[in-house]
Protein backbone atom coordinates (compact mmCIF):
# COMPACT_ATOMS: atom_id res chain seq x y z
CA UNK A 1 0.00 0.00 0.00
CA UNK A 2 1.29 3.42 -1.10
CA UNK A 3 1.20 5.59 1.70
CA UNK A 4 1.09 9.53 1.14
CA UNK A 5 2.42 11.81 3.97
CA UNK A 6 1.57 15.37 4.25
CA UNK A 7 2.96 17.78 6.03
CA UNK A 8 2.58 20.12 7.64
CA UNK A 9 -0.54 18.31 9.65
CA UNK A 10 -1.73 22.41 10.47
CA UNK A 11 -0.99 25.47 9.69
CA UNK A 12 -2.26 29.33 11.15
CA UNK A 13 -2.03 31.75 8.08
CA UNK A 14 -3.04 35.63 7.53
CA UNK A 15 -5.02 36.46 4.91
CA UNK A 16 -3.11 37.69 1.19
CA UNK A 17 0.14 34.97 2.45
CA UNK A 18 1.42 32.02 0.27
CA UNK A 19 0.70 28.61 1.40
CA UNK A 20 2.67 25.30 0.59
CA UNK A 21 1.39 22.10 1.33
CA UNK A 22 3.27 18.71 0.43
CA UNK A 23 2.71 15.68 0.09
CA UNK A 24 5.29 12.80 -0.18
CA UNK A 25 4.13 9.05 -1.68
CA UNK A 26 6.19 6.32 -0.01
CA UNK A 27 6.97 4.97 -4.09
CA UNK A 28 6.69 6.77 -7.33
CA UNK A 29 2.85 6.95 -8.22
CA UNK A 30 3.91 9.09 -11.51
CA UNK A 31 1.68 12.29 -11.78
CA UNK A 32 -1.68 10.00 -10.12
CA UNK A 33 -2.39 12.89 -7.47
CA UNK A 34 -4.68 15.12 -6.67
CA UNK A 35 -5.93 17.44 -4.03
CA UNK A 36 -9.02 18.28 -2.23
CA UNK A 37 -10.37 21.13 0.01
CA UNK A 38 -12.80 19.96 2.87
CA UNK A 39 -14.75 22.74 4.92
CA UNK A 40 -16.25 21.61 8.36
CA UNK A 41 -19.77 19.73 7.98
CA UNK A 42 -19.22 19.87 3.97
CA UNK A 43 -17.86 17.11 1.41
CA UNK A 44 -14.79 16.97 0.34
CA UNK A 45 -14.49 19.09 -3.05
CA UNK A 46 -11.79 18.28 -5.90
CA UNK A 47 -9.24 21.22 -6.45
CA UNK A 48 -6.14 19.32 -8.12
CA UNK A 49 -5.88 16.56 -10.41
CA UNK A 50 -3.55 14.71 -11.65
CA UNK A 51 -0.51 16.63 -10.16
CA UNK A 52 -1.18 20.24 -11.42
CA UNK A 53 -4.61 20.10 -13.39
CA UNK A 54 -7.01 22.65 -11.94
CA UNK A 55 -10.62 21.26 -11.93
CA UNK A 56 -13.05 23.20 -13.34
CA UNK A 57 -14.61 26.54 -11.38
CA UNK A 58 -11.57 26.14 -8.91
CA UNK A 59 -10.17 29.66 -8.65
CA UNK A 60 -6.76 30.25 -10.23
CA UNK A 61 -5.03 30.59 -6.65
CA UNK A 62 -4.69 26.92 -6.00
CA UNK A 63 -2.32 24.89 -8.01
CA UNK A 64 -0.51 22.16 -7.71
CA UNK A 65 3.10 21.07 -9.09
CA UNK A 66 5.43 17.70 -8.74
CA UNK A 67 5.66 13.83 -9.91
CA UNK A 68 6.61 10.71 -8.63
CA UNK A 69 6.85 10.93 -4.91
CA UNK A 70 6.85 14.52 -4.21
CA UNK A 71 4.02 16.51 -5.11
CA UNK A 72 2.74 20.68 -3.59
CA UNK A 73 -0.53 22.25 -3.33
CA UNK A 74 0.01 26.18 -3.49
CA UNK A 75 -2.18 28.46 -2.26
CA UNK A 76 -1.44 32.07 -3.78
CA UNK A 77 -2.63 35.12 -1.85
CA UNK A 78 -4.62 33.42 1.19
CA UNK A 79 -8.16 34.11 1.62
CA UNK A 80 -10.23 33.62 4.79
CA UNK A 81 -12.87 31.64 2.76
CA UNK A 82 -10.16 28.65 1.98
CA UNK A 83 -10.08 28.11 5.70
CA UNK A 84 -10.31 24.04 5.62
CA UNK A 85 -8.65 20.98 5.89
CA UNK A 86 -6.63 19.83 2.70
CA UNK A 87 -6.22 16.16 1.31
CA UNK A 88 -3.85 14.40 -1.26
CA UNK A 89 -4.91 11.15 -2.94
CA UNK A 90 -3.21 8.77 -4.92
CA UNK A 91 -5.06 6.53 -7.76
CA UNK A 92 -2.11 4.81 -9.64
CA UNK A 93 -1.90 1.93 -7.07
CA UNK A 94 -4.53 0.13 -5.27
CA UNK A 95 -5.16 0.35 -2.94
CA UNK A 96 -5.91 4.14 -3.16
CA UNK A 97 -5.04 6.43 -0.53
CA UNK A 98 -5.19 9.52 1.17
CA UNK A 99 -2.84 11.46 3.06
CA UNK A 100 -3.67 12.50 6.77
CA UNK A 101 -4.99 16.20 5.82
CA UNK A 102 -3.30 19.30 6.38
CA UNK A 103 -5.84 21.79 8.65
CA UNK A 104 -5.50 25.16 7.39
CA UNK A 105 -6.07 28.29 9.92
CA UNK A 106 -7.10 31.70 9.14
CA UNK A 107 -5.09 34.40 11.73
CA UNK B 1 -25.33 18.18 -13.75
CA UNK B 2 -23.57 15.67 -11.71
CA UNK B 3 -25.68 14.44 -8.35
CA UNK B 4 -25.01 11.92 -5.93
CA UNK B 5 -27.54 11.78 -2.86
CA UNK B 6 -26.68 8.84 -0.56
CA UNK B 7 -29.11 7.00 1.82
CA UNK B 8 -29.17 4.21 4.14
CA UNK B 9 -27.52 4.79 7.15
CA UNK B 10 -27.99 4.62 10.50
CA UNK B 11 -27.47 2.90 13.80
CA UNK B 12 -26.92 -0.64 13.75
CA UNK B 13 -25.41 -3.14 16.76
CA UNK B 14 -22.28 -4.54 16.08
CA UNK B 15 -22.16 -7.68 13.55
CA UNK B 16 -24.94 -6.02 12.00
CA UNK B 17 -25.62 -5.73 8.56
CA UNK B 18 -26.56 -2.56 6.31
CA UNK B 19 -26.88 -1.85 2.43
CA UNK B 20 -26.52 1.90 1.65
CA UNK B 21 -27.56 3.77 -2.08
CA UNK B 22 -26.35 6.22 -4.13
CA UNK B 23 -28.88 7.65 -6.43
CA UNK B 24 -26.95 8.93 -9.65
CA UNK B 25 -28.10 11.50 -11.82
CA UNK B 26 -26.48 13.70 -14.78
CA UNK B 27 -24.48 10.71 -15.80
CA UNK B 28 -24.62 6.90 -16.30
CA UNK B 29 -23.57 4.67 -13.44
CA UNK B 30 -22.67 1.71 -15.67
CA UNK B 31 -20.59 3.96 -17.98
CA UNK B 32 -18.31 5.47 -15.07
CA UNK B 33 -16.27 5.04 -12.19
CA UNK B 34 -17.26 5.16 -8.95
CA UNK B 35 -16.19 4.71 -5.44
CA UNK B 36 -17.34 5.04 -1.62
CA UNK B 37 -15.18 6.79 0.68
CA UNK B 38 -15.31 7.27 4.22
CA UNK B 39 -14.57 9.89 7.45
CA UNK B 40 -14.90 8.38 10.38
CA UNK B 41 -15.89 11.28 13.54
CA UNK B 42 -13.36 14.03 13.67
CA UNK B 43 -10.42 11.86 11.49
CA UNK B 44 -9.18 11.59 7.80
CA UNK B 45 -10.38 10.45 4.38
CA UNK B 46 -10.43 7.00 3.76
CA UNK B 47 -11.06 4.77 0.46
CA UNK B 48 -13.08 1.81 0.87
CA UNK B 49 -13.99 0.20 -2.33
CA UNK B 50 -14.21 1.44 -6.23
CA UNK B 51 -16.29 -0.31 -8.85
CA UNK B 52 -14.87 0.25 -12.52
CA UNK B 53 -16.88 0.76 -15.16
CA UNK B 54 -16.25 -2.92 -16.97
CA UNK B 55 -17.55 -4.23 -13.93
CA UNK B 56 -14.35 -4.88 -11.93
CA UNK B 57 -14.37 -4.48 -7.55
CA UNK B 58 -11.90 -3.51 -5.51
CA UNK B 59 -11.88 -2.86 -1.82
CA UNK B 60 -9.64 -1.46 1.17
CA UNK B 61 -8.12 -4.44 3.16
CA UNK B 62 -10.10 -3.22 5.97
CA UNK B 63 -13.14 -4.20 4.46
CA UNK B 64 -12.66 -6.77 2.56
CA UNK B 65 -14.59 -9.65 2.64
CA UNK B 66 -17.31 -8.08 4.48
CA UNK B 67 -18.27 -5.13 2.49
CA UNK B 68 -19.44 -5.62 -1.19
CA UNK B 69 -19.59 -2.45 -4.42
CA UNK B 70 -22.48 -3.23 -6.83
CA UNK B 71 -24.99 -1.06 -9.09
CA UNK B 72 -28.22 -1.25 -10.41
CA UNK B 73 -28.08 -0.08 -14.11
CA UNK B 74 -32.42 0.24 -14.25
CA UNK B 75 -32.17 2.55 -11.33
CA UNK B 76 -28.45 4.08 -12.28
CA UNK B 77 -28.08 3.69 -8.39
CA UNK B 78 -24.37 2.32 -6.52
CA UNK B 79 -24.77 0.53 -3.57
CA UNK B 80 -22.43 -0.72 -0.25
CA UNK B 81 -23.59 -3.72 1.12
CA UNK B 82 -21.82 -4.04 4.65
CA UNK B 83 -21.60 -7.19 6.78
CA UNK B 84 -20.01 -8.00 9.90
CA UNK B 85 -19.89 -4.46 10.94
CA UNK B 86 -17.64 -2.94 13.44
CA UNK B 87 -17.20 -0.19 15.49
CA UNK B 88 -14.47 0.67 13.64
CA UNK B 89 -16.51 0.97 10.48
CA UNK B 90 -18.41 3.87 12.21
CA UNK B 91 -17.77 6.63 9.67
CA UNK B 92 -19.48 8.81 7.67
CA UNK B 93 -19.49 7.36 3.53
CA UNK B 94 -19.59 9.17 0.91
CA UNK B 95 -20.75 8.25 -2.63
CA UNK B 96 -17.94 9.34 -5.05
CA UNK B 97 -18.01 9.86 -9.05
CA UNK B 98 -14.72 9.49 -11.28
CA UNK B 99 -15.68 10.04 -14.71
CA UNK B 100 -15.28 7.61 -17.44
CA UNK B 101 -11.83 7.50 -17.80
CA UNK B 102 -10.31 5.94 -15.33
CA UNK B 103 -10.84 5.74 -11.51
CA UNK B 104 -8.73 9.16 -11.06
CA UNK B 105 -9.73 11.90 -9.24
CA UNK B 106 -13.31 12.63 -7.21
CA UNK B 107 -14.92 14.98 -9.65
CA UNK B 108 -17.89 14.51 -7.48
CA UNK B 109 -19.04 13.27 -3.92
CA UNK B 110 -22.33 13.17 -2.18
CA UNK B 111 -23.83 14.63 0.72
CA UNK B 112 -22.61 11.57 2.57
CA UNK B 113 -24.49 9.40 4.87
CA UNK B 114 -23.55 8.70 8.60
CA UNK B 115 -23.06 5.03 10.04
CA UNK B 116 -22.90 4.54 13.62
CA UNK B 117 -21.88 1.08 14.90
CA UNK B 118 -22.77 0.55 18.36
CA UNK B 119 -25.14 -1.51 20.95
Redesign the interface.
Given at each position: EIVLTQSPDFQSVTPKEKVTITCRASQSIGSGLHWYQQKPDQSPKLLIKYASQSFSGVPSRFSGSGSGTDFTLTINSLEAEDAATYYCHQSTSLPFTFGGGTKVEIK | EVQLVESGGGLIQPGGSLRLSCAASGFTVSSNYM?W?RQAPGK????VS?IYSGGNT????SVKGRFTISRDNSKNTLYLQMNSLRAEDTAVY?CAY?GSI???????????TLVTVSS
Open positions: - | SVGLEWVFYADYSGPGSVDYWGQG
